[in-house]
């Protein structure tokens, strides 16, 4: 029994173990089962999110990025993200992306781009050029936009159009009407100064609206704020709080805190959007010009600009007409004579500090004395002249010069380059009052008016924006033309004038539509005028200028009278002549007066000193005889040794 039994147990316990290790080989496997479908679902779960991933990215379009400002390693950091920094901050971070920064040459100006596809700029920043390269905040760079419009008034250009998919990456400014804001509200100045470079982010400042003014001239609006600028801009955008763009200031004005109304130009831009019109360059610059003296001129003038130091300026000129070419520098003074032969000559210029500098060519003929009539006899056909050079030369285009103006019209005028000077001519009568307005918003207008007996300047008595118009009230003594003379002050400006004459006493103005009516007796009086000879011209001949920190320069030359850079030029039979010298400065001021004969010798020469019992100016005149054997021509040149004198006056009074 216990035999079997123990073997029954063993048997049993056999069957145990067995049982015991299939159940183990059937739980390893099942394990194995399990890890491998764990493995093959979480790897089935990320090949369905990648397919979902690819199906969303394929139905959904990509999104085109935000318009950045560009990243440059070696410049400035971003600009500020508003993010609960302030006000200007949040005004800055919105309008920056539509400023842009304009250059031409070494000149640059703000640009403001505007959602009709054009950027908004000072032109007179950019010294009246015809085309401009601009650099968008998000760092492309557009070469060479042409201006396709002006507002004549304000010096504003527009550039473009600009491509229209550059415009959707980098939204316009928003333009808003800024003249509901209350005195007191803050506003926020976005610009470029006049030396920033295109790696510079635009400067910010912070004020205040302090008023407003309407400019009636410019049927513009004018925003006066308390901002002051440190330094010298090209031009600045005026924003509200929010970001929205109320003003843009000229360069002239920026400085005074004031800007032009976008409100305004948003209204404008409505009845005559940009592209409707073409405006012609006042300023053309190339490196080949041809000019061709026209009928009464006396010379051609081109500007060479500001070069980088120690940059040569060769120029050629190839012309029939033996002829002189001068340079003056910025303050008009005479720095290189060289003589032009017939065919080609080529010039190395040997410019002065101060630009720009003015290239003059007149024919041998006019300089040796000849009076226009003559030199105009001695030459069969109009110089012409083809001039190149290995820098870019500029042409002021002076339509308007020697125009005769109207009584009662506005005529619209430009001072292209600082020293420019633009003449007219006005018909007048004996015994009637004239008024003479000139008005700018971009420089400081200086206004003279000669002949008829009348012989007058003014500054600022006209009042204006800045009190710097110019008024001069006039009463002829005889019949005839006078000349009026526009420059600014102190030949550092340039920028659009408003010049108007109107009529305000004595016989009514004749009406120039009427039909001319004589009698039998005018009729014989005008046929014995005819058979007289005519009148020699007077005697007297004179040459005016004024004064500043860079020297003395003319600006205006007497009827009959003929000037030769700085000097008037005399032609007297018997070489008597009496010379009269006025000067207007402060006390110590002191005038060099030279006379020089056809030899380039010093014949007279003596000096002016103002002499002054207070602290302002004064007048001094002081007479030299001129008693020449030989006969001329002599050229009459006054100078200076410093600044100080205003206004100066050569009187020649010749005894022939």
């Known amino acids: 029994m216990y035999v079997r039994t123990l073997s029954q147990r063993l048997r049993r316990r056999g069957l145990w173990l067995f049982?015991?290790?299939?159940?183990?080989?059937?739980?390893?496997?099942?394990?194995?089962?399990?890890?491998?479908?764990?493995?093959?679902?979480?790897q089935q779960q990320a090949q369905q999110q990648e397919a979902q991933q690819q199906q969303a990215a394929a139905a959904t379009p990509a999104s085109r990025p935000a318009a950045q400002p560009p990243q440059q390693p070696s410049g400035p950091p971003p600009p500020p993200v508003a993010r609960g920094g302030g006000q200007g901050e949040l005004a800055y971070s919105i309008v920056f992306p539509s400023v842009a920064h304009v250059s031409v040459g070494d000149a640059v100006a703000t640009g403001l781009v505007i959602g009709q596809g054009f950027v908004l700029v000072d032109g007179t920043a950019l010294g009246g050029a015809a085309s401009a390269d601009v650099q968008l905040s998000n760092g492309d760079t557009l070469e060479d936009l042409p201006v396709v419009r002006r507002d004549a008034l304000t010096g504003l250009a527009y550039l473009g159009p600009v491509d229209a998919s550059l415009i959707r990456l980098l939204p316009g400014a928003q333009l808003g009407d800024g003249e509901s804001l209350?005195?007191?509200?803050?506003?926020?100045?976005?610009?470029?100064?006049?030396?920033?470079?295109?790696?510079?982010?635009?400067?910010?400042?912070?004020?205040?609206?302090?008023?407003?003014?309407?400019?009636?001239?410019?049927?513009?609006t004018i925003l006066r704020t308390d901002i002051s600028l440190p330094l010298y801009s090209g031009g600045m955008v005026l924003v509200d709080a929010a970001g929205t763009v109320i003003g843009i200031a000229p360069a002239a004005a920026a400085g005074e805190g004031m800007y032009v109304s976008t409100g305004d130009l948003v209204r404008s831009l409505a009845a005559d959007p940009p592209a409707g019109s073409e405006a012609a360059p006042s300023v053309?610059?190339?490196?080949?010009?041809?000019?061709t003296l026209a009928e009464g001129q006396a010379s051609v003038s081109l500007f060479v600009g500001d070069q980088e130091p120690g940059e040569q300026v060769l120029v050629t000129v190839r012309t029939e007409t033996a002829s002189t070419l001068t340079l003056y520098d910025g303050a008009g003074e005479l720095h290189q004579e060289s003589n032009l032969v017939s065919g080609t000559t080529i010039?190395?210029?040997?410019?002065?500090?101060?630009?720009?500098?003015?290239?003059?060519?007149?024919?041998?003929?006019?300089?040796?004395?000849?009076?226009?009539?003559?030199?105009?006899?001695?030459?069969?056909?109009?110089?012409?002249?083809?001039v190149s050079a290995n820098v870019p030369l500029m042409v002021l285009a002076e339509a308007e010069d020697m125009a005769e103006l109207s009584l009662g019209e506005p005529l619209v005028g430009s001072i292209d380059l600082a020293g420019d000077v633009d003449t007219f001519t006005l018909a007048v009568r004996a015994g009637a009052v004239y008024e003479v307005l000139l008005q700018s918003f971009l420089m400081d207008s200086y206004l003279m008016v000669a002949g008829a007996g009348i012989d007058a300047a003014d500054d600022d008595s006209g009042g204006g924006l800045f009190d710097l118009d110019s008024v001069l009230t006039i009463e002829p003594a005889l019949d005839g033309v006078v000349q009026v003379?526009?420059?600014?002050?102190?030949?550092?400006?340039?920028?659009?004038?408003?010049?108007?004459?109107?009529?305000?006493?004595?016989?009514?103005?004749?009406?120039?539509?009427?039909?001319?009516?004589?009698?039998?007796?005018?009729?014989?009086?005008?046929?014995m005028a005819a058979l007289l000879p005519a009148p020699s011209p007077p005697p007297t001949i004179s040459l005016r200028g004024i004064g500043g920190d860079d020297g003395l320069r003319a600006t205006l030359v007497g009827l009959n009278s003929q000037s030769v850079g700085n000097g008037l030029l005399v032609v007297d039979a018997d070489g008597a002549f009496e010379i009269i010298v006025s000067v207007i400065g402060v006390d110590g001021s002191l005038g060099r007066l030279t006379v020089t004969n056809a030899s380039g010798e010093v014949v007279v020469e003596g000096r002016v000193l103002v002499s002054c019992p207070?602290?302002?100016?004064?007048?001094?005149?002081?007479?030299?005889?001129?008693?020449?054997?030989?006969?001329?021509?002599?050229?009459?040149?006054?100078?200076?040794?410093?600044?100080?004198?205003?206004?100066?006056q050569i009187e020649v009074e010749r005894h022939e």
Do not use: K
Request: aromatic residues 6%; contains cysteine; proline residues 6%.
């Open 19 to 42: 049982a015991l290790l299939i159940a183990s080989a059937l739980a390893l496997s099942a394990c194995d089962l399990v890890g491998t479908d764990d493995e093959d679902e979480q």
């Open 182 to 220: 209350r005195p007191g509200s803050s506003v926020f100045s976005v610009g470029y100064g006049a030396s920033d470079g295109a790696d510079v982010w635009p400067a910010v400042f912070s004020g205040v609206v302090s008023g407003f003014v309407e400019w009636e001239p410019g049927q513009r």
């Open 284 to 291: 053309e610059t190339s490196t080949e010009h041809t000019l």
């Open 347 to 386: 010039v190395a210029l040997a410019r002065g500090t101060v630009g720009p500098n003015e290239i003059v060519i007149a024919p041998a003929a006019a300089m040796e004395g000849m009076q226009d009539d003559e030199a105009g006899e001695a030459m069969p056909e109009p110089a012409t002249y083809e």
């Open 485 to 527: 003379t526009v420059s600014d002050r102190f030949n550092s400006r340039s920028g659009t004038y408003l010049l108007t004459v109107t009529q305000v006493g004595g016989p009514p103005a004749a009406d120039p539509d009427a039909e001319a009516v004589m009698d039998d007796e005018e009729d014989d009086s005008m046929m």
């Open 614 to 648: 207070g602290s302002g100016q004064c007048l001094a005149q002081a007479v030299f005889v001129g008693n020449e054997a030989e006969g001329g021509p002599w050229i009459v040149e006054l100078g200076a040794d410093e600044a100080g004198i205003s206004e100066w």
